[in-house]
């Protein structure tokens, strides 16, 4: 039987790591630090026993000049890193969310597009082009047939 495992996961973008934390004390339990520049946002994948962290690159919001192109995934049971996903040519990965249809739909800032991932496999299974440079957000409708 696996054990229950609980906590706080936090991404802290300029130390360039991701850090669980006693959620009572707030205390380091463990970093995560092998990651390219720079892991940016989080996506809590539950019941896959994951998450997904964009590797944004060393830039902020519309000055991103060395853009990253990759997804790190990091196991919640293990506390690891457990691999990355590359969404090349796509560029600039920022924040996600979860479809009603168990994709998960990752904005690419600087590729006016939007990547579909399908968490089981952690394979990009589709690209969907978007009207805008600088996507930073992205939400799904309520009945997940638009994004926006």
């Known amino acids: 039987m696996q054990r229950e495992s609980y906590g706080l996961l936090a991404v802290d973008k300029q130390g360039n790591r991701v850090l669980f934390l006693n ?13 390219p520049p720079r892991p940016h946002e989080l996506l809590m994948l539950a ?3 994951k998450a997904y962290v964009p590797i944004y690159g060393d830039g902020v919001h519309g000055n991103n000049p060395h853009p990253g192109h990759k ?3 990091i196991d919640l049971q293990r506390r690891e890193i457990s691999g990355f996903i590359d969404l090349s ?4 990965p920022h924040s996600g969310q979860l479809g009603r249809d168990g994709k998960v739909y990752l904005c690419c800032e600087q590729s006016a597009a939007v990547a579909v991932i399908d968490p089981q496999t952690d394979n990009v299974e589709k690209i969907i082009p978007i009207p805008s440079h600088n996507a930073h957000r992205l939400t799904l409708s309520p009945s997940g047939r638009k994004l926006f």
């Open 89 to 92: 040519p796509l560029r600039a």
């Open 23 to 35: 959620p009572e004390t707030f205390a380091v339990e463990r970093e995560l630090n092998a990651f």
């Open 71 to 73: 997804v790190a995934i």
């Open 47 to 49: 019941p896959w026993g």
